[in-house]
């Protein structure tokens, strides 16, 4: 007998249980579209080269393996809000954002949740309907209440900006709303820059606080400040703001568990620095972090901060990310044009074409996606999302076939 035969089975992850599956499967056809991560036109995993040239960089260096403070690599720190939010920006040059190293974008949103559970405490979060899956078991670990606020249109598979208004506006005071920074998953849908404003307009109005995942950055578009432009906006109307980053996509580093939490701070009073709310925010984020993990790991770190502190690599990581952003919008033309000559049941498959960023819904229900599975062996989450990054231009054609068959 054992001690743990009380603890009960926990459900498979729906989404790296994808992954599973799929390898469990034999039939060479098979696709994976379930977890996001960027493959090249062959399906192969990705190192970016400046990831690599950043790491012989660091061997010839030789630098040593000790710990980080408990906020983490100071020149990653200050790369990662200058990338924010660029460099120029007052509230980088009031010293307004404290931010935190983090355990890639959800150790930061893990980070942030226990700080509002601590420090506000009711406070709600408001999340979209739906959402990146995780948000809620970060949610919920963290006992941070949350609600979900109308995001999604199946009618138009395009955003329902009515009902996220209105759901907006109608949460308590204080309550956090958090939102993609860019390219929404999972349906790939964003706001127009007009829409940001109203939602900036409400979010003040209300007085909430707006908490941007920021998972994509550069990776979205291409481009690092247009995709920044959301959260831009509201750190432009002097708002205190949350700000969790990944480098998961944009550099690669998925593994290597680097992002940061940052909080927009209003009024650093150098003064009375020991009551300004930057300095009291990121020692509590400090205190949160130290006994869950003590500090974080530095190699990482210091491949954001050599790859953003050199000039040469910095635009060569650019010109990288716009060949995987642009790959990510060859292949949605393709499989929208595959969609629209092979379906002829008149439908409206420009929906697609709208979407942005690694991730595509597909509008596909629960039995439709198990009949992708079952019958076309395509890997999927169960919400009918795609990952366009793990999809090739000559596998296009094949899928648009699953999904004529599944949609009919
Ligand atoms: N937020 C969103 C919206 C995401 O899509 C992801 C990655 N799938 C993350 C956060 C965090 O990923 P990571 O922890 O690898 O940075």
């Not at 974008?105 to 899956?133: M, Q």
């Not at 690694?358 to 198990?370: E, H, I, P, R």
């Not at 076309?376 to 004529?404: N, P």
Request: aromatic share 10%; hydrophobic share 40%; glycine share 8%.
């Amino acid at each position: 007998t054992s001690r743990f035969e009380g603890v009960p089975m926990a459900p498979a992850d729906p989404i790296l249980g994808v992954s599973e599956a799929f390898k469990a499967d034999t039939n060479d056809l098979k696709l994976n579209l379930g977890v996001g991560a960027y493959r090249t036109e062959e399906l192969h995993p990705y190192v970016l080269e400046v990831v690599k040239k950043a790491e012989n960089l660091m061997l010839e260096r030789g630098e040593n393996k000790e710990y980080l403070p408990i906020e983490g690599l100071a020149a990653f720190n200050k790369a990662t809000a200058e990338l924010l939010f660029g460099a120029d920006n007052p509230v980088i040059k009031e010293q307004r954002v404290a931010t935190v190293q983090g355990l890639s974008g959800t150790g930061s949103l893990r980070l942030a949740a226990a700080l509002i559970e601590r420090y506000f405490p009711g406070a709600k979060v408001l999340i979209s309907a739906p959402t990146w899956g995780n948000h809620k078991n970060i949610f919920n670990d963290a006992r941070v209440p949350w609600s979900e606020y109308r995001y999604y249109d199946p009618k138009t598979v395009g955003l329902d900006f009515e009902g996220m208004i209105a759901d907006i506006e109608a949460a308590p005071e204080g309550s956090f709303v958090l939102l993609h920074g860019c390219a929404h998953n999972p349906t790939g849908i964003d706001p127009t820059p007009e829409q940001w404003e109203k939602i900036a307009d409400v979010i003040q109005e209300k007085n909430l606080i707006p908490f941007f995942d920021v998972a994509y950055q550069g990776f979205a578009s291409g481009s690092l400040d247009a995709d920044a432009s959301s959260v831009r906006l509201f750190a432009a109307r002097g708002m205190e703001v949350l700000i969790a980053q990944s480098y998961s996509k944009n550099l690669g580093l998925y593994s290597e568990r680097i992002g940061a939490m940052n909080v927009v701070c209003s009024s650093a009073d150098a003064a009375a620095r020991q009551s300004d709310p930057l300095t009291l925010v990121k020692s509590q984020l400090k205190r949160i972090a130290r006994p869950m993990y003590s500090n974080p790991p530095i190699h990482g770190a210091r491949i954001v901060a050599n790859v953003v502190g050199d000039p040469t690599l910095f635009n060569e990581w650019k010109a990288e990310m716009e060949m995987m952003a642009g790959r990510i919008k060859n292949v949605r033309q393709k499989l929208y044009d595959s969609l629209s000559s092979k379906d002829k049941s008149g439908k409206d498959w420009s929906f697609v074409l709208k979407q942005i960023g690694m991730f595509s819904f597909t509008g596909l229900n629960k039995a439709q996606s198990d009949n992708m599975t079952d019958k076309w062996h395509v890997y999927m989450t169960k919400d009918g999302r795609i990952s366009l990054a793990g999809l090739s231009l000559a596998k296009c054609e094949y899928l648009a076939d699953a999904i004529i068959d599944s949609y009919h």
